[in-house]
């Protein structure tokens, strides 16, 4: 079945610096690619998608291209805050019709002021 | 804005208890659903509906069920609660187009005891 593989940290950065969270997936046809976050005691929200190959989805200074070659959806952020401190999931939703979303495991990032 | 609300943050109950938790989404969502959150395992889907009084199994029914009388509002059920069932509880709800995201409530967290 369709899986989502991503870094799972936890990691720590310091403010400013340079984020890229690696998300790789399998998956049949094309499915929708979705990076979600969970700031504490909080459900999850979406932070940015993508739905169709080479689509660039981005928000709050995030970022992320759906690489159909190379079956990948890396968030980056170019300087981190502290308000970024937060668990991020990354999730494909299947292209068949299905509307059932796959999530990768998370990963905690922890910024440091 | 999409609202998605769960009765409880957090709940405690006693082994063999009867559980139900509730979800109201209020904008006419199609498909609603229930996860829940454990470390090292992120999201696992339990059960979903794409209609009212529809219902499907998601990856780890096991334990519980649902019911769905209204189109906002998704119940989830555990007939009788076991310790290995403390976890976080996620509801989420989307409209029935492709490349749609999934609108997140705040989670109960459940402590069986």
């Known amino acids: 079945g369709d899986s989502v593989t991503q870094m799972e940290g936890p990691v720590t950065l310091s403010e400013e610096a340079f984020l890229t969270i690696n998300c790789t997936y399998t998956?049949?046809?094309?499915?929708?690619l979705f990076w979600y976050v969970q700031y504490p005691g909080e459900g999850l929200q979406l932070l940015l998608k993508?739905?169709?190959?080479?689509d660039k989805g981005s928000n709050k200074g995030f970022e992320a291209t759906y690489r159909k070659e190379t079956t990948s959806f890396h968030l980056e952020k170019g300087s981190v805050q502290v308000s970024d401190s937060a668990v991020y999931f990354c999730?494909?939703?299947?292209?068949?019709?299905?509307?059932?979303?796959?999530f990768g495991k998370g990963m905690k990032l922890t910024v440091n002021p | 804005d999409v609202k998605v609300t769960q009765s409880s943050r957090y709940l405690v109950k006693r082994t063999g208890e009867k559980v139900f938790l509730e979800c109201v989404q209020d904008?006419?969502?199609?498909?609603m659903f229930w996860y829940r959150q454990d470390p090292g395992l992120g999201l696992r889907l339990i059960y979903f509906?794409?209609?009212?009084?529809?219902?499907e199994k998601g990856d780890i029914p096991e334990g519980y069920s649902v019911s769905r009388e209204k189109k906002e509002r998704f119940s989830l059920i555990l007939e009788s609660a076991s310790t290995n069932q403390t976890s976080m509880y996620l509801c989420?709800?989307?409209?029935?187009?492709?490349?749609?995201?999934?609108?997140f409530g705040p989670g109960t967290r459940l402590l069986v005891l």
């Open positions: 989420a709800s989307s409209l029935l187009v492709r490349g749609e995201t999934q609108y």
């Open positions: 998956a049949t046809g094309y499915p929708s």
């Open positions: 993508a739905t169709k190959a080479d």
């Open positions: 999730a494909l939703k299947e292209a068949g019709g299905s509307e059932k979303l796959v």
């Open positions: 904008m006419d969502h199609e498909n």
């Open positions: 509906s794409y209609d009212v009084k529809m219902k």
